[in-house]
């Protein structure tokens, strides 16, 4: 098991940047699949970025060309680098750990894009 925290949300206008991070509570580098997700007001949940342990990105095809995901595994946190963000990116950003035996996630953290 491993616990999530995400942080880095808030609200930016249209065409701004931010950077959410998600720091785990163990060792990161054996956990195959790091990813982010995203579930807006009445919109099922949806994947946006991933990453593996072997650093091979993978994203949604809304996001390619904005956003990047990373992970640290020597601080044990995994980054979503969002840039030139739309008011449809608005929604709660969870973070995700595939662990091959089960799934965690974190809390969320709210990402409002508007003027």
């Known amino acids: 098991q491993v616990q999530l925290v995400e942080s880095g949300g808030g609200l930016v206008q249209p065409g701004g940047s931010l950077r959410l991070s998600c720091a785990a509570s163990r060792n990161i580098a054996s956990i195959y699949i790091m990813a982010w997700y995203r579930q807006a007001p009445g919109k099922q949940r949806e994947s946006v970025a991933s990453?593996?342990?072997?650093?091979?990105?993978n994203y949604a095809d809304s996001v390619k060309g904005r956003f990047t995901i990373s992970r640290d595994n020597t601080k044990n946190t995994v980054y979503l680098q969002m840039n030139s963000l739309k008011p449809e990116d608005t929604a709660v950003y969870y973070c995700y750990a595939n662990l091959g035996y089960r799934d965690d996630w974190g809390q969320g953290t709210q990402v409002t894009v508007s003027s």
């Open positions: 990453v593996t342990s072997g650093g091979t990105t």
